[in-house]
């Protein structure tokens, strides 16, 4: 959706102004058929005030589940990604019981892979591609690990301590990549498009002799729906957007656990 490229103070409004434009469009195309199709019928305010009760209960509630959802697959990437760096930092603990120059090889492997998970994972997860170029540090951690032959039991408790923690850091990593493309399937924004459509098309059908007071009406409920809609669409897509999950946790762990470790 266009409105995830821009900064939400220009975002929100610029969306809210379009949506609540539409709806107004709407409401004064409808005012000129409704008094000729309503003349002499007097059922039609009780029936419209049934339909938009019962469609106000049921898009109000569909709306509502949509928006909770999205909110929730944003904070399972943001935990997702917590997690991913809390078994990086248990990685880096647990190798530095390794001798030299085992030591040093997989501490200098766990920093040049968080560096590039910052410089380079997370501009393509932001474009919604599926990053690959920290392969080779996971590759050369794993490989050192199991070509380590331990001299004594202290060594083999620190190398078996640390494979378990390293099985945890690629099942994390695993889970990070896997949900860059976690977004709403598309049939559920044709629900929220159409629905936002039906309830312009709703308000525009009741019968009213001030069109100030009509379009006041429309347009307060039409930019309430468009901050609903707006924030669903910022939350899509965690990794990418103004509104996004971003490497801070990271960056966090190399300037504070990594320099301290120094």
Same mark, same amino acid.
């Given at each position: 959706?266009?409105?995830?490229? %821009?900064?939400?103070?220009?975002? %929100? ?5 379009? $949506? ?5 469009? &709407? ?13 002499g019928d007097n059922e039609w305010d009780r029936v419209l005030g049934y339909a938009m009760a019962s469609y106000g209960v049921l898009y109000g509630v569909t709306l509502a589940l ?16 917590? @997690?991913?760096?809390s078994t990086v930092a248990t990685l880096y603990r647990d190798v530095s019981g390794f001798p030299e120059p085992e030591q040093a090889q997989l501490e200098l492997l766990v920093v040049?892979?968080?560096? @590039? ?23 050369? &951690?794993?490989?050192?690990? $199991?070509? $380590? ?13 640390? &494979? ?5 850091? !690629? ?20 629900? #929220?498009? !159409?629905?936002?459509? #039906?309830?312009?098309?709703? &308000?525009? %059908? ?46 966090? #762990?190399?300037?504070? #656990? ?5």
């Amino acid at each position: 959706m266009w409105v995830e490229a %821009l900064p939400t103070p220009i975002g %929100l409004p610029l969306f809210v102004i379009v $949506f609540v434009g539409v709806s107004l469009a &709407i409401v004064v195309v409808l005012r000129r058929w409704v008094p000729r199709a309503t003349a002499g019928d007097n059922e039609w305010d009780r029936v419209l005030g049934y339909a938009m009760a019962s469609y106000g209960v049921l898009y109000g509630v569909t709306l509502a589940l949509i928006a909770a959802a999205t909110y929730e697959n944003y904070r399972q990437v943001e935990e997702i990604v917590l @997690h991913e760096t809390s078994t990086v930092a248990t990685l880096y603990r647990d190798v530095s019981g390794f001798p030299e120059p085992e030591q040093a090889q997989l501490e200098l492997l766990v920093v040049d892979y968080t560096d @590039h998970v910052i410089a380079v994972d997370w501009p393509k997860q932001a474009v919604g591609e599926v990053p690959s170029h920290t392969v080779e540090e996971v590759s050369q &951690i794993r490989d050192i690990l $199991f070509a $380590f032959e331990p001299e004594t039991q202290a060594e083999a408790a620190v190398q078996l301590q640390t &494979i378990q923690a390293f099985n945890q850091f !690629v099942t994390a990593r695993g889970e990070r990549i896997g949900v860059t493309g976690l977004a709403l399937p598309g049939l559920l924004w044709i629900v #929220l498009g !159409v629905g936002a459509l #039906l309830n312009a098309v709703l &308000i525009g %059908l009741v019968e009213m002799r001030q069109l100030r007071r009509h379009l006041v009406m429309a347009g307060i409920i039409a930019a309430y729906v468009g901050i609903v809609v707006f924030a669903v669409a910022s939350f899509d897509r965690a990794y990418t957007g103004a509104v996004a999950v971003t490497p801070e946790y990271f960056i966090e #762990l190399r300037d504070w #656990l990594f320099t301290t470790s120094e």
